[in-house]
């Protein structure tokens, strides 16, 4: 679906900021009563925390590179 293994992910800081954005998101969608929006990026940022924090494996490019 992504790639949110890509090296680009790899500083801790950047992963945090992107949860962080959705969630806050969330809130403000709850918050002026669009519902609907909410569910999208409350479900967005839970994928996203479970991705960056439970199964993040950054690639190496050299070793890809070396595997094609």
Same mark, same amino acid.
């Given at each position: 679906m992504f790639k949110m293994n890509? *090296?680009?992910? %790899? *500083?801790?800081?950047? %992963?945090?900021?992107?949860? $962080?954005?959705?969630?806050?998101?969330?809130v403000v969608e709850l918050w002026t009563g669009s519902p609907g929006w909410a569910v999208m990026f409350g479900?967005?940022?839970? +994928?996203?925390? +479970?991705s960056f924090f439970i199964v993040f494996n950054p690639t /190496? *490019?050299?070793? /890809?590179?070396? /595997? $094609?």
């Open positions: 890509d *090296p680009f992910f %790899r *500083p801790l800081w950047l %992963r945090v900021l992107l949860v $962080a954005i959705c969630v806050f998101w969330t479900g967005l940022g839970a +994928y996203a925390a +479970y /190496d *490019p050299e070793k /890809d590179a070396d /595997d $094609a």
